[in-house]
C-alpha cells in the first residue's frame, strides 16, 4: 500500500518553504536598501538629495547628528522626525468630458483631459490615462496639390472631371466638407528649369498647346465650399514644365501647411493634403547646386494677393524632418498619391512623416477617387499617439483598445467612428530641466486636439528658499540655518560655523569626519580638514572643480576621445556623477559610450539599397559589423568579392521581398529599402547596357531583373512574372508529403542495407572459423608418432681416447 504523507507534515514543509523565500527575499531587499542608501548619503544638501534618486529624504531637524541624506525608514530609525519627501502629483487643470454623437461642432471634444500640471522629482516615473474618441460626421478641409510638370500631362486631362465626383465621395464622408486645389513645379532657375527668357514664358517647347509659366507653388483656390468653382478651376489648369526629373513639391506642402490663413484651414476640422505626382522630390540641400544656400525658415511666404510663394528663388527646399514637424504642428495630413515607379520611394515618408498615407495611381490617374476614400478610411481607423516632449523627457505608452486589453504600444487600429481608446502614459524627467518646468503636449496625429502638460521638475527643497540668517543655531548668527544646516558666513567653517579663519591652524586633530569608511586618507587627499568638513583644493583651472563631501569627485577625470575629453564639447560633458560620486560623461543627444564616443545615428550605415548594414551586419557606433564568416565586407557590408553575379546581390533581397514578398528580410526590414522597383512584363529593352541578374525564387521558379543607373539615381525594373520549369502533365507533380517519405524511405533503405552487409560479413567469419576448428580437430585425432633424436642433444657422459698412451701400452 502506497504511503501517505500527513498533513501535518506537508504543513510544516509548506512554512519552510514559504520560511526559506521570505529570508532570501529580505537578503536581496536589505542589499538592496543597503545600495540605495549608500547612493542617497552622498549628498550634500536637501536639493541634491531628493535629486540623486526618488527614495532619498532629508531631514531638516537642526539638531540632527547623522547623515541627513537617506531613505525615510532609516532616518526615521535614525529618530529624525521633521523629513523632506516632495511628493509627485498630476492634477487634471481642464477636464470636459468626450463629446456624445451629434454634438453641436463648438462643443465637440474628442481628447480627454486637455490641460494638467504634473510635478515630479528626477527619474521618478508617473502614471496619467488619456481618453481618445474620434467624432462621426467631423469637417474635413481637403487640399489638392498636383505636380503640373509636363509628364502629367495625361494625368491633368483625367483629372479635369475630379470636382465633381470628389464632391460626391466627400458628401457621403461628412456633410461639412471644403475644397481647395494648389500647383507646383519646381524652382525658377538653373538647373531646375531652363532660365532662357523664352523658355520661362513657355518651358513646353515639344508641344504645340499651351503652357503655363514654372511657378514654385501656387494657391490656386483657397479652401472652398463651392465643388463647382473647384471642378471648374481643375478643368481650366493647363500643364507647365522644368529640366530635372525631381519636383519641388516639398515646398508646396510646407505652404500648404504653415499659411493656414491663406489657404483656409478651420481650427475645428480634419486637414488632408492630396498630394499627386510621378516624380521624386528635392529635398534640403539640393538648392545649393542653384546658388541658394539659405535654409528653408519654414514660415509662410505666399503672398496674399497673388497667392505665390515668393521664396521659391531666395530659400532652399525643407529638409524631410523640418516638413515632417510642421505638418505635425499645423495638423495636416498628406496622402501621397503617385505612379507606380515612385511608390516605394513614397512609402519611405510614412516613417518619416506621421499620419502620412500612401496611394497608387493608375496610369491615367483615373483611381484618384478611390485612393482618397480608402486612404481617409484609413486614417481615420486608427488612432496614434505622438508628443512635443523634450530629449530630457521620455514617454511609455500602454493602449487599451477595442478588445479591452493593454499593449505596450502608441496605437489603435481597426476602429470605427465614436470608439473610445484610451492610452496610459507613463512620463519620467531624466534630469532637472533649466528654470523647473517645461510644457509639451501629446495628442493622435492628424487631430486638432490634444493633451497640454506643463511638467515641474522637482530639484529643490521647499526649505532652501526659507532660510534663517545669523541664526543662533549657526554659532550665534555666524550662519544661515537652511533645511536644518548650517551655511557659513565667510571666514567661519565647521558643522555649526564654530571656527574662524584665524583658528585654522587649531584645528582639532578628530579628522574622522572628513575620512569615507574604510580609508584613512582624508578629504581624498585632495583637501584639508577644517572643523570636521573637508575643504577641497583649487585647481587653480578654470573649469575644473573638486567637489564632494569628502573631495571625492571632480568634473576631470573623464575619459578622452578623439584627444578631448568626453569627446569634445559638441559630443559630451564631464560632470560629477551624484549617484555614485565619481566623475562621468554626460553625453549630448546623438551620442553614447562612456567617453561618448559612440554615435547613435545610423544613417551613416544605409547601403544603396536602403537597408541598414545590408541587413548583413550590425551599426554600432555609426559604423557596420559585418556577420563573421559572411563573404560580404565593405563600409555597408555590400562588398561581395566571392559573388559571382556582380552587384546584383546588393539589390536582390530588396527586390525579392517588394515583389514577391519572400526572402530573408523581415518586413520591417523591407520597408526600409528605398531603391526605386519597377514591376514590368519584360526587361529585355532595359538589358542593353545592364547585365540581367537571375536568382533562384524557390525551388522550380527564377526571378530576373534589370538595375539601370541614370545621374545617381538607382531603378531597378523586374519583370513581374517569374520564371518557373514547366511539369511534365503526363507525370504528376510530387507533393512535398509524397516528397518526405520518398527520403525517409531512401535513408531507411541505406541504413537497412548496411546492417545488412554487416550481418553477412559476420555469419561469413562465423562459418570459416568453424571450418578451420573442425578441421584441426579431425587432424588431431589421427596422430602419427615416429622416433626421433634431437640433433642438439648432448648425452651427459663422452669417451675420449689418447693415442699416444695407447701406444705405450702396447
Known sequence: MPSVRSP???????????????????????????????????????????????????????????????????LQDAGCSNITNPLSSADATQDDPLSEANADLDEIVQVKPQRMKIK?????????????????????????????????????????????????????????????????VDKRILPFVNTLPDRLIFPCPESSESCARTHGFFNALPLNEDSTLFANLIANTIISGNLDTPEGGFDALMQIAVCGNIIGWRPKARHLVIFTTDAPFHIAGDGRLGGLVEPNDGQCHTDPNTNMYTFSTLQDYPSIGHLSAKLRENNVIPIFAVTSRRTN??????????????????????????????????????????????????????????????????????????DTVSFDITITAERCVEGGMTSFEIGPVGFNEELKIELEVTCECDCQGLGEANSNVCSNGNGTLVCGE?????????????????????????????????????????????????????????????????CECDNFNCPYSRGLRCGGPDQGMCVCDVATRQ???????????????????????????????????????????????????????????????????????????????????TPEQCGMCSIDIINVTSIDEYTKDNPICDFMLNGICTFRFVVVSENETVTVYVEGEPTCITPNPRKPRLTPTEIRWIIIGIILGIVLIGIILVCAWRLYINIQDRREYAQWKKESQKPKWAQGKSTIYLPPISRHENPLHIDNQK
Open 583 to 665: 566623475p562621468k560623461c554626460r553625453c549630448e543627444p546623438g551620442f553614447k559610450g562612456d567617453s561618448c564616443d559612440c554615435p547613435t545615428r545610423k544613417d551613416t550605415c544605409r547601403a544603396s539599397n536602403g537597408l541598414e548594414c545590408n541587413a548583413r551586419g550590425t551599426c554600432e557606433c555609426g559604423v557596420c559589423e559585418c556577420i563573421e564568416d559572411s563573404q560580404f565586407q565593405g563600409k555597408t557590408c555590400e562588398r561581395c568579392t566571392a559573388c559571382p553575379s556582380g552587384n546584383c546581390h546588393i539589390h536582390r533581397d530588396c527586390v525579392q521581398c517588394t515583389v514577391f514578398e519572400s526572402g530573408r528580410l
Open 486 to 550: 548650517c551655511a557659513c558666513n565667510p571666514g567661519r567653517y565647521g558643522v555649526k560655523c564654530e571656527c574662524s579663519g584665524n583658528e585654522i591652524s587649531m584645528e582639532s586633530t578628530d579628522t574622522s569626519q572628513c575620512r569615507t569608511d574604510n580609508t584613512t586618507r582624508t578629504c581624498s587627499g585632495r583637501g584639508e580638514c577644517i572643523c570636521g568638513k573637508c575643504v577641497c583644493d583649487n585647481t587653480g583651472i578654470p573649469g575644473e572643480v573638486i567637489s564632494g563631501q569628502f
Open 120 to 184: 515630479v522629482r528626477p527619474n521618478e516615473p508617473i502614471d496619467i490615462r488619456l481618453y481618445v474618441r474620434q467624432a462621426a460626421d467631423y469637417p474635413v478641409d481637403l487640399y489638392y496639390a498636383m505636380d503640373l510638370s509636363n509628364s502629367m500631362r495625361d494625368d491633368l486631362e483625367n483629372l479635369k472631371g475630379l470636382g465633381t465626383t470628389l464632391s460626391k465621395v466627400l458628401s457621403n464622408i461628412t456633410g461639412d466638407f471644403r475644397l481647395g486645389f494648389g500647383s507646383f
Open 345 to 418: 520611394l513614397y512609402m519611405k515618408l510614412e516613417n518619416y512623416i506621421e499620419g502620412a498615407t500612401v496611394g497608387t495611381l493608375d496610369v491615367d490617374s483615373g483611381n484618384i477617387v478611390q485612393l482618397i476614400q480608402s486612404n481617409y478610411d484609413r486614417i481615420t481607423s486608427q488612432v496614434r499617439l505622438t508628443s512635443t516632449a523634450p530629449d530630457d523627457v521620455t514617454l511609455s505608452y500602454r493602449a487599451n483598445c477595442i478588445d479591452q486589453t493593454y499593449e505596450d504600444t502608441n496605437e489603435c487600429s481597426g476602429l470605427k467612428l465614436e
Open 8 to 74: 501535518h507534515r506537508l504543513n510544516r514543509l509548506g512554512s519552510v518553504v514559504v520560511f526559506f523565500l521570505t529570508f532570501v527575499l529580505g537578503v536581496f531587499t536589505v542589499h538592496a536598501n543597503e545600495e540605495l542608501s549608500s547612493i542617497c548619503q552622498g549628498a550634500q544638501n536637501c536639493g541634491e538629495c531628493i535629486t540623486v534618486n526618488p527614495e532619498c529624504t532629508w531631514c531638516t531637524e537642526d539638531t540632527f547628528q547623522g547623515r541627513r541624506c537617506d531613505l525615510e525608514s532609516r
